[in-house]
């Protein structure tokens, strides 16, 4: 079975501050990785994902993430924070293509000016 | 840029009764699903649909839950007779072929009382 771990259900960084959200995944098959971004009463919007290839990837709004197989890791950063990145951010999982995703419990993260 | 939509924003209904939520997916995606967020928690997986019928369920999918994807356009989760751990947000997902990203709509926010 697959399962993803957020660790730290909130983080609070300065704008203009590194962000670092860490999530680590278990999977008994090549993963999937996702992280998706939810702002107050919207639904989930895809930031970036992994699937094959480079490993360090990129996405929406200056985030990216990095695959590391042998941390089992997908950490997502941002160099530089601004106050519209406070939201709840997830990371999820799947197994392969047009399967089930499975979610983390959410960071939500939370920028100080 | 194509969206995923739901229906109702906001559903409140009584113990018992049938609630009937509605999703209108990106037209030319394949793989549709179904997902809750209790308030506090995190996503979880209902049901997948692809080729119209449904490819994976999850515990929490038993026989008080359906889908139909009635005209080729819409597609639907009912509750039959809804209980009040029922309250949740329920989002609504679509996937296209050769794509492992799955799009998610704003979601129907479902209060049982």
């Known amino acids: 079975a697959q399962s993803v771990t957020q660790l730290g259900s909130h983080v609070s960084v300065s704008e203009g501050a590194l962000v670092l959200l860490r999530c680590n995944y278990s999977s008994s098959v090549p993963p999937y990785l996702f992280w998706y971004v939810q702002y107050p009463n919207q639904g989930l919007q895809l930031l970036l994902k992994?699937?094959?290839?480079?490993?360090l990837v990129k996405g929406i709004n200056g985030f990216e993430a990095e695959f590391k197989k042998s941390e089992t890791s997908f950490h997502l950063t941002k160099p530089s924070a601004h106050m519209s990145d406070a939201a709840e951010y997830f990371c999820a999982v799947s197994k392969e293509y047009g399967n089930k995703l499975v979610f983390g419990a959410g960071t939500i993260l939370r920028v100080k000016s | 840029e194509p969206e995923v939509t739901q229906t109702p924003s906001h559903q409140v209904t009584q113990m018992g009764q049938e609630v009937i939520l509605r999703c209108v997916p990106i037209s030319n995606h394949l793989y549709f699903y179904w997902y809750r967020q209790i308030l506090g928690q995190k996503v979880e997986f209902l049901v997948s649909?692809?080729?119209?019928?449904?490819?994976?369920k999850s515990e929490i999918f038993d026989d008080q839950f359906s889908v139909e994807r009635p005209d080729g356009s819409n597609f639907t989760l009912k509750i039959r007779s809804t209980k009040l751990e029922d309250s949740a947000m329920y989002f609504c997902a679509s996937g296209g072929q050769a794509s492992y990203e799955q799009y998610f709509g704003p979601g129907t926010r479902l209060t049982v009382t």
């Open positions: 992994y699937t094959t290839g480079a490993t």
């Open positions: 649909f692809y080729n119209n019928e449904i490819s994976e």
